[in-house]
């Protein structure tokens, strides 16, 4: 079989798309031919890192996706699981790291576009969004220019399509200088037995274009997602998508009611890939063939090739199989909508991919084989090395100057100016904005959902299986402090070049950590994203596997909360003393060091200890919940305080019980006369806890018989870095 090729396949052309020679031999002698330029780029979509996972396949199939709540797990689009009722939970969260890079704005934009379709085309209203944001240091030239982009472009898509964005993350390190990152989460409420999937079923059925034209933008976008930059991120402009957020609210509206309708057997978003990964994985999954007529999709630009328009990624777009009964009444529903709505192809008993442009066949490939078997490979991977235990961290020079410093250093600070370009609130239902351990958002009655996402990366770089394993446990952590119980996770996990067995190695120790976590604490994972490839000139990224954590509250009038209630109310810290300084936040931000091992996670104590608190919370004992991480039980303390504005009497205590961040501890309040009765309760369940100090009515902060400072003081530090790095005042 020929097919028209006027462009010759040379190596150039195959290494500008992203496939290694062997790859390339291994398409050849699977179509048994030379390919056309349209299916070298099919190709070229459906086998790199982005789309095939053919780095991190072998070790993500090791890990726990299966819990009595999990409706659907890692396939789909985006996860599901019961949370009673009729109710379903469909969740995800996806990377756009190198567009956001590139371009800030519209790359984060459209990750947050892209993200909120993988939960809508579940058959999902989006009722949440988070995300989780790491940045290059502050004093780089570009970093502000780049928080500016990306916080705008998610609060500008996020705020106009009209889903509340409700906490994250934002952290900055010069390891992502060259190579920021952009995790967007969303999650929908759906009825647990209306959920769609992107199985192709039945043939000869229509295929259908729907949403918005197709353009040149984001071409060859998900084979940038898959290699590593150099220093000419900047010319890579063009393969970064526009989002608008206006027409993705019409789709999604569209979307919803077409599927009330009876209309939709199957359905797939236009992510990554296009065209092109949604037709073959649709009908892959389906084991059926599909044919589409490219003379058929609505475009925006003349003259569009068919290469161009198989692997566009422009934005707000989805591709269905429709019930042909059904074809007038969807017509009727996206012409309503002011969306496209164009048949451009159908399913067959084929198992064949066949592209047909101005009258000829452009492509003719094996739809299973370019869906399911892209190369796989099993990584050379080394153990890391591990960090000495540090057993003699000097306490500080001045440890009130040290308190004002870590309050106000860049990862600690108050994220207000980021979260207040955000609409938390739109929707009406969420019951807990972003600065407390988790957002809130209420489904119906007094049931709500508790969202969180975490992940310490420099805890990963020093020990990735204890890394991993601390990511679970302080999401698990924050959804038990606001009273939730903890569900399920997706993840996103973002490391350097694959290619690399100490980059491999961190990404196999890290996986098997959360994989320990997960199973420890009944916390599946349903859903995820992997990002590799992120470094520039060589230099990767510290490894960053974010987890995304969902968690059921059952009565909201027993939902905790960070701020102090009531002054003489008794502080506890449940989970035993700190002490644990390798890889703080004291040991970086007053000592200026990076070392040591980071603290161990015992994850029976983690589920022993979260379990209890869970429980005080529902028994209305508690009046304030917090988790002890970052900066250890003072910065936990003066957190809870300005939550308040009532202040806190501490009992003496050394540098590393004030700084350490040892795991699985909490740190609560109750009223004073029944402190010890909690106490001791605790112990008999073999959990750690002892009273140490009191919430008072003075402003202040005071730890024995030591520094006092007030909350204006600590306000100060803790509001002010922020808005004065974003308006160039430092």
């Not at 459209?110 to 209203?125: K, P, S």
């Not at 759906?190 to 079923?201: L, M, V």
């Not at 989002?243 to 990554?272: H, N, R, W, Y």
């Not at 520039?536 to 909201?556: E, R, S």
Request: hydrophobic share 40%; net charge negative.
């Amino acid at each position: 079989m020929t097919l028209p090729n006027d462009i010759k396949i040379t190596p150039e052309l195959v290494k500008s798309h992203g496939l290694k020679p062997e790859e390339y031999a291994r398409f050849v002698k699977l179509i048994g031919r030379e390919p056309t330029l349209t299916e070298l780029g099919i190709c070229s979509a459906m086998w790199n890192e982005h789309c095939s996972y053919k780095s991190s396949k072998k070790w993500l199939k090791t890990m726990p996706t299966k819990g009595p709540r999990v409706i659907q797990g890692p396939g789909e689009n985006a996860g599901v699981i019961d949370i009673g009722d009729g109710d379903a939970i469909v969740f995800k969260m996806e990377s756009h790291n190198h567009p956001s890079f590139i371009e800030p704005y519209q790359g984060a934009a459209t990750g947050v576009g892209g993200i909120l379709r993988d939960v809508f085309t579940m058959g999902a209203r989006p009722i949440a969004a988070m995300n989780a944001l790491r940045f290059g240091a502050p004093t780089h030239p570009k970093t502000r220019h780049i928080v500016s982009g990306v916080v705008h472009g998610i609060g500008g898509y996020g705020n106009s399509f009209g889903v509340p964005t409700i906490g994250g993350e934002v952290n900055f390190h010069p390891r992502y200088n060259g190579n920021i990152l952009v995790n967007a989460m969303a999650v929908g409420l759906a009825r647990a037995d209306s959920i769609f999937y992107s199985k192709a079923r039945g043939v000869g059925l229509p295929v259908v274009y729907l949403g918005a034209k197709t353009g040149r933008d984001g071409i060859h976008g998900a084979t940038m997602a898959s290699a590593e930059f150099d220093g000419k991120a900047e010319e890579k402009r063009p393969t970064v998508q526009v989002g608008d957020p206006f027409t993705e609210k019409c789709l999604l509206e569209a979307c919803l009611e077409l599927m009330a309708s009876g209309a939709v057997i199957a359905i797939q978003d236009m992510g990554a890939a296009g065209l092109t990964s949604s037709a073959v994985e649709m009908g892959a999954k389906g084991d059926l063939g599909i044919e589409l007529d490219l003379d058929r999709v609505p475009c925006r630009e003349d003259g569009m090739t068919a290469y161009e328009m198989k692997l566009s990624e422009s934005q707000e777009r989805m591709l269905m199989v429709l019930d042909p009964a059904r074809e007038k009444e969807a017509a009727a529903i996206f012409r309503k909508w002011d969306l496209d709505f164009a048949i451009v192809g159908k399913t067959t008993d084929t198992l064949r991919f066949v592209i047909r442009h101005q009258g000829e066949v452009m492509a003719d490939l094996p739809i299973k084989q370019m869906a399911d078997q892209a190369p796989e490979y099993d990584r050379p991977w080394v153990e890391p090395a591990k960090q000495p235990v540090l057993s003699d961290v000097p306490p500080p020079d001045d440890l009130r100057a040290a308190i004002l410093k870590i309050v106000g250093a860049p990862d600690m600070c108050s994220r207000r100016w980021v979260w207040e370009q955000y609409d938390s609130l739109i929707g009406a239902n969420t019951a807990q904005i972003p600065g407390g351990d988790a957002g809130v958002v209420r489904i119906r009655g007094n049931k709500a959902i508790a969202v969180s996402t975490d992940v310490t990366p420099r805890y990963v770089e020093a020990d990735p299986f204890e890394g991993g394993k601390q990511a679970v446990a302080e999401c698990w952590r924050n959804l038990t402090a606001v009273g939730a119980d903890p569900i399920a996770i997706t993840d996103n996990l973002n490391f350097g070049n694959p290619e690399r067995p100490e980059i491999m190695g961190q990404f196999v120790r890290a996986v098997q950590g959360l994989s320990a976590a997960c199973t420890a604490l009944d916390f599946p994972i349903v859903s995820g994203n992997v990002s590799l490839y992120n470094e520039t000139n060589g230099q990767a990224i510290l490894p960053t596997p974010a987890i995304g954590g969902i968690g059921l509250i059952p009565d909201l009038t027993r939902m905790a909360t960070i701020a102090f209630k009531a002054a003489g109310e008794a502080i506890i810290l449940v989970g035993g003393p700190g002490g644990h300084l390798g890889q703080s936040i004291y040991l970086r931000d007053v000592l200026g060091r990076e070392d040591g091992a980071p603290p161990p996670v015992d994850l029976a104590a983690e589920k022993r200890h979260g379990d209890e608190v869970r429980k005080l919370i529902r028994a209305g004992t508690l009046s304030a919940v917090h988790d002890v991480s970052d900066g250890g039980l003072i910065v936990a303390a003066i957190e809870m305080a300005l939550a308040s504005g009532l202040g806190a009497s501490l009992m003496a205590m050394t540098h590393a019980q004030l700084f350490g961040e040892d795991q699985a501890r909490y740190l609560v309040t109750a009223a004073g006369d029944k402190a010890e009765a909690i106490c001791a309760d605790l112990r008999a369940a073999g959990v750690p806890a002892e009273r140490i100090g009191s919430v008072s009515q003075a402003a202040t902060l005071k730890i024995g018989d030591g520094p006092s400072i007030s909350l204006g003081e600590l306000r100060s530090a803790h509001e002010g870095w922020f808005p004065a790095f974003m308006a160039g005042e430092l």
